[in-house]
């Protein structure tokens, strides 16, 4: 039973810093893809941040020079850095992972940024 949990999320003022979290249990990263999505307010969920086997990242332009997406194998985790945080990064932030071709999803943690 694979099953993600983020942490991390809050309520910080434009121009702060979050850290987020993302645990798994129920497998071991082997070659898996990890991911981070969003979804503010009235529009659909979209990708962030990915991370693969070996450290090879992307990113979405929105984000690129102020998160950093990272991971450790040994404890079945991986982050979100996000720096200089501007209102428009408002919304639910879901990790996922793809393994063995199936893409499993965290529940969510809800990230604010006040102006």
């Known amino acids: 039973q694979v099953r993600l949990v983020e942490s991390g999320g809050g309520l910080v003022q434009a121009g702060g810093s979050l850290r987020l979290s993302c645990a798994a249990s129920?497998?071991?990263?082997?070659?898996?893809?990890m991911d981070w999505y969003r979804q503010a307010p009235g529009k659909q969920r979209e990708l962030v941040a990915t991370?693969?086997?070996?450290?090879?990242?992307d990113y979405a332009n929105t984000v690129k020079g102020r998160f950093t997406i990272s991971r450790d194998n040994a404890e079945n985790r991986w982050y979100l850095q996000m720096d200089s945080l501007e209102p428009e990064d408002t919304g639910v932030y879901y990790c996922?992972?793809?393994?063995?071709?199936?893409?499993?999803w965290g529940r969510g943690t809800q990230v604010t940024v006040s102006s």
């Open positions: 991370i693969i086997s070996g450290g090879v990242t």
């Open positions: 996922s992972a793809v393994l063995n071709r199936l893409r499993y």
């Open positions: 129920g497998y071991i990263f082997s070659s898996d893809l």
